[in-house]
């Protein structure tokens, strides 16, 4: 039952990046109905003191597909402030189900339901009930995986008509894009060719081409530069997943990897990242064993030592959770690659946290006005990446008012406005009438994550109501009962 509010004297952030500016705020069925000095209307009322009013933030950068049954109160997205996932992050994707990469990440995938296409997807989506909306990205690693495999080779044409339908199908149904995880199996195998004519397949609809670059270390630029050049021959648009530098002898990079963003774009391109901030990023043990992190360091991560891998989970012994890669050598008398390849023996899925990255490339990249905010959390038992509960206010309250990296309005902007543009979810990001009343209100003074690598599972502070669809999902910073949340298509 959508209800009528009237949401008073707020500190409106519209999403476009404008200054704020004090007003009230009429939401009715789920839409923003006017904006300004709104009196005199039959609305329930609720006085914002001042306090901070923002359109939902879009997490471009989620993996939220599967976990959306089996978690659909999705409290550490809503209760970040976000209000629209974007699914199908790195190659991950749900076509087929049957190559979908869910098996390894879930202990317990009991009451998932089935599905055979993106419409029959989107219709489980819209009935699960979840507490914030899901766009989706078609992943290439699961058609991939069904077609041509791990095999290092150009798919035939028929593996890359049955490739392409798959694709289609996701577009007809309102995907954002496509996206690739290229240090993944099996988008480790795919050339560049293949990826460009794959892609060639989202450009009608103007999908944007989303991608977990081949390499964030030492070939960074080259990386960055193949990931252009796929969008560019494609005709499409693009964007970098977490954008960030391994590794310390890259770190500096970003500054040439941001010119080769610019460059693309004075091009006429259409050229974006996304980033979580923070130092340390979190992948499955098996990425970094077989992109060489602990060998040569020549793969897609850099190189990586023992004592900054900690483990964040395992559905097989989650005794290993909280225990660095080099407490394990100890307990093995073994070198890091050995001692990852004995635990990977009894669990494959092992998720990690590896710290790796500089405040300079953090704050840099955060800065550029090209970037947008994913959380790239995944909501795994065990330890998460602290990122899964607290992307957004970090970068309100760390990035924007403790360091002035940004100012706030722009943190916003990249966030909302800019998100909803790039993804072509033109119904939502702004403050605006007609759009959709999905709304965060929250204390610019307090906001502030606090999940932390010890203790991720942690809600932040500041955070006071939030509207999914004009719905009351997060009441005077408790989660209700409302589950609002539906399909985010393409418009
Ligand atoms: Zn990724």
């Known amino acids: 039952m959508n209800k009528k509010y009237l949401l008073k004297n707020a500190t409106i952030f519209d999403g476009a990046?404008?200054?704020p500016f004090n007003g009230n705020v009429l939401i009715e069925n789920g839409k923003i109905v006017e904006v300004g000095n709104i009196n005199n209307v039959d609305a329930e009322i609720i006085d914002i003191n001042g306090k901070a009013l923002a359109p939902g933030f879009i997490d471009m950068h989620s993996h939220d597909d599967v976990a959306m049954f089996i978690y659909p109160d999705m409290d550490f997205k809503l209760m970040q402030g976000v209000t629209t996932n974007v699914n199908g992050n790195c190659g991950s994707g749900v076509i087929p189900h049957s190559s979908a990469d869910i098996v390894n990440w879930y202990p317990n995938l009991e009451g998932?339901?089935?599905?055979?296409?993106?419409?029959?997807?989107?219709?489980?989506?819209n009935k699960s009930k979840t507490s914030v909306h899901s766009a989706f990205l078609v992943g290439h690693g699961p058609i991939r995986k069904a077609t041509t495999g791990n095999e290092e080779r150009m798919p035939t044409k028929s593996e890359f008509d049955t490739?392409?339908?798959?694709?289609?199908?996701?577009?007809?149904?309102?995907?954002?894009?496509?996206s690739t995880g290229l240090i993944y199996?099996?988008?480790?195998?795919?050339?560049?060719?293949?990826?460009?004519?794959?892609?060639?397949t989202i450009s009608p609809y103007n999908g944007v081409y989303f991608s977990h670059m081949r390499n964030e270390a030492g070939n960074l630029i080259q990386s960055v530069e193949e990931t252009i050049k796929i969008g560019e021959e494609a005709g499409c648009s693009i964007e970098i997943s977490h954008h960030k530098v391994s590794g310390q002898e890259n770190w500096g990079k970003s500054v040439e990897s941001l010119n080769t963003i610019d460059e693309a774009r004075s091009r006429g391109l259409n050229v974006h990242s996304d980033q979580y901030p923070y130092n340390a990023g979190s992948t499955s043990l098996f990425a970094l064993v077989q992109n060489n992190a602990f060998t040569t360091g020549d793969g897609g991560m850099g190189s990586q030592t023992g004592d900054k891998v900690t483990i964040a989970g395992s559905s097989v012994d989650p005794s290993l959770v909280g225990k660095t890669l080099g407490d394990l050598c100890d307990e093995f008398d073994l070198?890091?690659?050995?001692?990852?390849?004995k635990i990977l023996k009894t669990d494959p899925g092992i998720f990690i946290v590896t710290e790796g990255m500089v405040e300079d490339d953090i704050a840099r990249i955060l800065a550029h006005p090209t970037t947008m905010i994913g959380s790239d959390g995944v909501p795994l038992p065990g330890n998460p990446h602290p990122r899964l509960y607290g992307c957004f206010?970090?970068?309100?309250?760390?990035?924007?008012?403790?360091?002035?990296?940004?100012s706030m309005e722009e943190a916003i902007h990249k966030m909302t406005g800019l998100s909803a543009e790039k993804a072509n979810l033109n119904d939502r990001g702004l403050i605006k009438p007609g759009l959709n009343a999905d709304i965060v209100i929250f204390d610019e003074d307090t906001i502030?994550?606090?999940?932390t690598y010890d203790n991720p599972r942690v809600y932040?502070?500041?955070?006071?109501?939030?509207?999914?669809?004009?719905?009351?999902?997060?009441?005077?910073?408790?989660?209700?009962?409302v589950r609002a949340g539906k399909v985010a298509r393409r418009s």
Request: a negative charge; hydrophobic letters at 30%; proline letters at 5%.
């Open 448 to 451: 502030i994550d606090k999940a």
């Open 163 to 178: 490739m392409k339908a798959w694709i289609k199908e996701g577009m007809e149904e309102g995907a954002v894009g496509m």
């Open 460 to 481: 932040p502070e500041g955070i006071i109501h939030i509207f999914v669809d004009g719905e009351l999902s997060v009441k005077n910073g408790k989660q209700t009962e």
């Open 335 to 341: 070198p890091e690659q050995e001692a990852a390849q």
């Open 17 to 19: 990046g404008s200054n």
């Open 112 to 125: 998932i339901p089935e599905w055979s296409s993106y419409g029959e997807y989107s219709d489980l989506v």
């Open 185 to 200: 199996e099996p988008g480790r195998y795919s050339n560049t060719e293949e990826l460009i004519e794959l892609t060639k």
């Open 393 to 406: 206010p970090r970068v309100l309250g760390k990035y924007s008012r403790e360091d002035g990296v940004i």
